[in-house]
């Protein structure tokens, strides 16, 4: 990925490469962020409901699993993010994986129509996920994936925010100035898009020092992101 993150490679945010010769496959890895995040939001919306009419649980359990669901989905950012995302291209099979998932974000970062994961791959996820946190947690599964599926639309919303629109002068600037160095200084810190939690904690944060010193990313954030 690091070749790929060259400046030249920075795209206007009309351009919108081709993953795919087949026209159809193409389409797939495309679709309009609101696509995504209003399925995500229908989708925890019906999940509580069912909560409380399938279920015992009071409303300070739903509340509190909706809210670990969120802060779990966070971690799972990361890690994805991480270890997914940023596999390392050792052979070819994992360079266009990575490519394909990933490193054309990378090279193309304001492509609007890939800013979001494709609505048939978030359904399958979704039905996945259901039925794994409903073997794991029981009962517990459907408020927790509320959270995390509101966690999740959060985190489009925030990450298509930071690459489409000017920074801002308030509290949230500080996403867009992470995201900032991620892309372009960095692409070994700064995993967490939507928060910056499980960069303390797993120590992906550039130090005091590291941060004055890529100042400059802070103001290409103004032109790039």
Known sequence: MKDSKQKSFISDENVSVRLFNNDFLDRLTRTHIAVPVTLFFLYAAGLIWWTKKATALSNLQIAGLFIGG?????????????????????????????WTMHGVHHAY???????AMPPVLSVVI??????????????????????????????????YCVHIFKMPKHALRVLWINHAIHHYSQDDVMFGVSSPLWDYVFGTVPSRKKRENLRVVVEDAERYL
Request: aromatic share 18%; glycine share 8%; proline share 3%.
């Open 109 to 115: 970062p304001k492509d609007k129509s890939r800013l």
């Open 126 to 159: 979704g039905t996945v996920l259901l039925g794994l946190f409903r073997l794991l947690m029981g009962q517990y599964a459907f408020s927790f994936l509320a959270g995390f599926m509101v966690g999740y639309a959060l985190y489009l919303v925030v990450h």
């Open 70 to 98: 969120m802060l779990f989905f966070t971690l799972v950012e990361y890690l994805v993010h991480r270890y997914v995302y940023h596999i390392e291209p050792t052979t070819e099979r994992r360079r266009k994986f990575q």
